[in-house]
């Protein structure tokens, strides 16, 4: 499918017969029909990977001041406690303090939830085709996505300084941006006080500070698309939005 520019977009809890045209028998088969199609539906959202993905980038901009005065930006890496600290043995070029990341919980959002799928209709503009092209789905299902991060030093001055910036970022809230949605909101939700951890079987102890975060997002569900005569299809590749 070509480069396909929106023109208009139109989301609703139930598609009236009136706006697309058809008549509720039409309208009963291509719900029908797409809610058949998505749960058929093979493939994948990477919704966790790219939100994963986005808070690391997030969390690789934060720096500390050294004792030079020197502003030092923070290295972040994906993986629990028990792999940030095999990384910080094994691997001569860790230099702490360090944040790392990692996925706790995924859950979906009950105060969002469906009792019955809701069918959505969008209109696109197709410039290789020069026509509008119709595009149907179900809703997105509502998810929250929780993940630890933990910051890593040996001093309790250089943790509070990364820990500040982190709180700075959700004021109230922080926005990510995402290769599926630009608005998915992030929310602080809780921190534990620092805490030390023995490194092996040396006398070297970390400090740790655990932050949790919550994000709330949608997992897409499949598109098609409704041709002149009537037939429900599948839409391969994806669509770019111009504004």
């Not at 959700?170 to 805490?195: D, G, V």
Request: glycine share 4%; aromatic share 6%; charged share 25%.
């Amino acid at each position: 499918m070509g480069t396909i520019e929106q023109t208009k977009l139109t989301s609703t809890e139930t598609i009236s017969n009136k706006a697309i045209g058809e008549s509720a028998v039409d309208t009963t088969r291509i719900r029908d029909k797409v809610i058949s199609m998505s749960r058929a539906w093979k493939g994948v959202s990477n919704i966790h990977k790219q939100t994963l993905n986005s808070l690391i980038g997030v969390f690789s901009e934060l720096y500390f001041v050294d004792e030079d005065n020197k502003s030092v930006v923070v290295k972040c890496i994906y993986g629990g406690p028990e792999r940030a600290i095999s990384r910080i043995n094994s691997e001569d070029n860790i230099i702490l303090p360090i944040v790392s990341v990692i996925s706790r919980s995924r859950q979906a959002s009950e105060d969002k939830r469906r009792y019955a799928p809701v069918l959505q209709h969008n209109t696109y503009w197709d410039h290789d085709k020069q026509r509008a092209i119709r595009i149907v789905s179900l809703a997105p299902r509502a998810i929250n996505l929780t993940f630890e991060i933990n910051i890593w030093g040996k001093y309790v001055s250089d943790i509070n300084q990364i820990a500040e910036q982190v709180r700075r970022k959700f004021n109230p809230s922080m926005t990510l941006i995402t290769p599926l949605h630009n608005e998915t909101k992030a929310f602080l939700e809780s921190e534990e006080n620092e805490y030390q951890i023995k490194l092996g079987d040396s006398d070297d102890r970390l400090m740790v500070k655990k932050i949790l975060t919550k994000i709330e997002t949608y997992v897409p569900s499949p598109m098609f698309f409704v041709t002149s005569t009537g037939k429900i299809e599948e839409v391969h590749g994806e669509i770019e939005i111009r504004k």
